[in-house]
């Protein structure tokens, strides 16, 4: 993954990329791949989601808000 010249959906895709292709055991949630995805890549989004109520650590799925979010703030 380019880090600097990575758009939004390049993102994205490699986030559901790496949640598909997960073994099996041990399987992280879609929302744990992408915070962690986006530490690396946009760490100042992260930190802002961090937390709050858009914090999709825990979530099973990406919401069009929490897109929305990062989107423009990417």
């Known amino acids: 993954m380019k880090f600097a010249n990575?758009?939004?959906e390049e993102f994205l895709a490699?986030?559901?990329q790496n949640y598909e292709n997960q073994s099996g055991e041990d399987d992280l949630r879609l929302g744990q791949i992408y915070?962690?995805?986006l530490c690396s890549v946009r760490p100042w989004?992260?930190?802002q989601l961090r937390g709050?109520?858009?914090d999709p650590f825990l979530m099973e799925r990406i919401t069009q808000?929490?897109?929305n979010f990062v989107r423009?703030?990417?």
Do not use: G, N, P, Q
Request: overall charge negative; cysteine-free.
């Open 65 to 67: 808000v929490l897109s």
């Open 6 to 8: 990575i758009t939004y």
């Open 52 to 54: 709050s109520k858009l």
């Open 45 to 47: 989004i992260a930190e």
């Open 14 to 16: 490699d986030v559901h």
């Open 72 to 74: 423009e703030r990417w």
């Open 35 to 37: 915070f962690d995805m």
